[in-house]
């Protein structure tokens, strides 16, 4: 039997990491070859776009548009009022504001995806009104404070 040297050992290590690297991932269950994976980055309002660790399955969530500050420091009670309006505006404005959505048994998302952009501009008309938002939650990388909805579509919750 041949004695292994260092060298060859280093060899046949960095070959078959080169094989397996090589092979790349298949796609998901049911993709096509041809279908592109997800952007693994969402577009968080004025901070940008950031990655995306995970990006779980779409749905639908139900709920009421705030901005997070405000609603910490008001309440839910008075989420829609237009006190809690006129803070959320205001932070947006300053520069500090952050929009999320407030769901019927599901918890506090903060929003992030292209109803974000510019500030949330799309987004505060909507601030204190009911809203059917469907897109998918992801996690981003070091935000321990709030989940995160990437939001793809919204439209106003049917009474």
């Known amino acids: 039997m041949s004695k292994m040297t260092t060298a060859g050992v280093a060899a046949g290590f960095v070959l078959s990491v ?26 968080m309002g004025p901070r940008g776009p950031v990655p995306v660790t995970e990006r779980l399955p779409a749905m639908t969530l139900h709920g009421t ?17 237009p ?15 952050v929009v999320g959505i ?5 918890g506090t998302f903060q929003l992030g995806g292209s109803l974000t952009a510019n500030n949330f501009a799309k987004l505060v008309p909507y601030l204190g009104k009911d809203v059917d938002m469907s897109g998918s939650e992801v996690y981003i ?19």
Not at 102 to 106: A, K, Q, R, S, V
């Open 18 to 43: 080169s094989v397996l690297t090589a092979q790349g991932t298949a796609p998901a269950r049911g993709a096509s070859p041809t279908q592109e994976a997800p952007p693994m980055m969402v577009l």
């Open 65 to 81: 548009i705030i901005e997070i500050s405000c609603f910490r420091t008001m309440g839910a009670a008075t989420v829609a009022s």
């Open 83 to 97: 006190e809690q309006i006129t803070c959320a505006k205001g932070a947006i404005t300053k520069g500090t504001g």
């Open 102 to 106: 407030l769901t019927d048994g599901i």
């Open 141 to 159: 990388s070091n935000n321990f404070s709030y989940h995160v909805f990437e939001a793809r579509t919204m439209t106003p919750a049917k009474k």
